[in-house]
């Protein structure tokens, strides 16, 4: 029977020390203990790695919408900031295909199919998506997909990372409506402009045409007396 125990030590100088102890009891056929052995290994490095990790992950979850989905592109892990924008509890969410589940179809057939080429080939992927949360309503996130591959260079899992920007979008489109209104509106000014100015000219060729008729009317006049 083997046991193993985490403690940290704490030397008269320098930092603490986390230490994996492991002990091991060795009996006889008759099963009576013989004698116990024990190891000491220092873990420090590790523990470091596994709070930098945990820190990374905290400041990742309270500021991104964070996904994990397997090969199979179903969803592993989602975190509280993905269900606070698409309106779905954590259980609705794994197991499902993250693409149908949050799938707006804004994007054409091409485009997704260049996005799925790009992770399962195990290339990082960034771009701007448009999807529909559960309530039918559309938002955007700036997105970027990280694909991890094993020994062999399979695929085995994607993390996607993404940011609202639905806010921005929104603005974006109602400046480029405002754009496009004022240029018709600039349009229609130099149509009515164009109009005014054929007017005027017909206007004025009329009143030439008037001038030159009564010129004539006068002629003719002093021709019959």
């Known amino acids: 029977t083997s046991h193993t125990l985490e403690r940290i030590m704490l030397p008269q100088s320098g930092p603490k020390i986390y230490v994996l102890l492991s002990g091991a009891v060795v009996r006889d056929d008759a099963g009576e203990i013989r004698s116990v052995v024990c190891a000491a290994q220092d873990i420090t490095d590790r523990k470091k790695a596994e709070r930098a990790l945990t820190d990374q992950k905290f400041a990742l979850d309270q500021s991104a919408i964070v996904a994990i989905m397997d090969n199979y592109r179903l969803i592993t892990y989602v975190n509280d900031q993905f269900c606070n924008l698409t309106g ?23 485009f997704v199919y260049d996005v799925f080429d790009t992770v399962e080939s195990g290339k990082v992927w960034r771009g701007e998506l448009a999807n529909v949360a559960k309530d039918g309503e559309v938002y955007w996130t700036t997105t970027t997909i990280v694909p991890f591959t094993n020994s062999d260079g399979q695929v085995y ?7 609202d920007i639905t806010d921005r979008k929104q603005m974006e489109e109602t400046q480029t409506q405002m754009a496009f209104q004022a240029g018709m509106a600039e349009m229609s000014i130099s149509v009515l402009h164009n109009i005014g100015n054929t007017v005027n000219s017909i206007s004025n060729r009329s009143q030439t045409l008037r001038e030159e008729v009564a010129n004539y009317t006068m002629v003719a006049d002093a021709l019959e007396e």
Do not use: A, K, P, W
Not at 92 to 105: G, M
Not at 157 to 163: A, E, K, P
């Open 88 to 110: 779905y509890l954590h259980d609705e969410l794994v197991d499902q295909d993250n693409h149908q589940i949050v799938n707006s179809d804004y994007h054409s057939g091409d």
């Open 157 to 163: 899992q994607y993390l996607t990372i993404q940011f």
